[in-house]
């Protein structure tokens, strides 16, 4: 069992800089991540960390703006968030999982075993 209890989000206007942190406890896992979910839309894969290696996967999206990083105990990751746009609105959710499979399917939810509650980040134009 893996829980995971984030802290962070907030509001701040476009172009703005917001942090998230969230930190687990178990140990049934070797990928930590962040997801994200607008009102009316599937939740998608932001960052995520292969925490064993600190090799890191972000999505096409955030690249150059979202940067994610852990602990030297694997058991807290981090979102560091810069440039923000209205369309980084969204509940940002930290993600457990323990996964062996190639890097194609990092940042896909079903990879995921364990779920945060969410944090709210909001980007006002």
């Known amino acids: 069992q893996v829980r995971l209890l984030e802290s962070g989000g907030g509001s701040v206007q476009a172009g703005g800089s917001l942090n998230l942190s969230c930190t687990a406890s178990g140990s049934t896992y070797n990928y930590l991540g962040w997801f994200r979910q607008a009102p009316g839309e599937q939740r998608e894969g932001v960052a995520t960390?292969?925490?064993?290696?600190?090799?890191?996967f972000c999505a096409d999206s955030v690249k150059g703006r979202f940067t994610i990083s852990q602990n030297n105990d694997g058991n807290a990751v981090y979102l560091h968030m810069n440039s923000l746009k209205p369309e980084d609105t969204a509940m940002y959710y930290c993600a457990a999982g323990l996964y062996r499979g190639g890097e194609r399917d990092v940042l896909k939810r079903e990879t995921y075993n364990y779920w945060g509650r969410g944090t709210q980040v909001t980007v006002s134009s």
């Open positions: 960390m292969y925490t064993f290696g600190g090799i890191k």
